[in-house]
Nanobody
């Protein structure tokens, strides 16, 4: 079992920056594929960024060049650095962990990001 705890959300003006963190419990963090998803009111949850155990990354087109996902296996933590934030980035951001060996999926409780115009 993996437990995920997000932090770092908040209110920021357009053009500003925030860094989200997601701390994972357990001893298998290094083999987990980690991701950040977001869900805006009235919309489906969507993938924002993902990073494999080997460090390969992929991003949604809407955040490319502005967001950076990274991981620190020694700290069991994944980060999402968000720069040049836009009002349309406003959403609840969820941390996700996927164990590629058995396809088990884990979710954090979510953290609110609000970008004012």
């Amino acid at each position: 079992q993996v437990q995920l705890v997000e932090s770092g959300g908040g209110l920021v003006q357009a053009g500003g920056s925030l860094r989200l963190s997601c701390a994972a419990s357990g001893s298998i963090f290094s083999i987990l594929r980690m991701g950040w998803y977001r869900q805006a009111p009235g919309k489906q949850r969507e993938l924002v960024a993902r990073i494999t155990s080997g460090g390969s990354t992929n991003y949604a087109d809407s955040v490319k060049g502005r967001f950076t996902i990274s991981r620190d296996n020694a700290k069991n933590t994944v980060y999402l650095q968000m720069n040049s934030l836009k009002p349309e980035d406003t959403a609840v951001y969820y941390c996700n962990a996927n164990n590629i060996l058995n396809n088990n999926n884990y979710w954090g409780q979510g953290t609110q990001v609000t970008v004012s115009s």
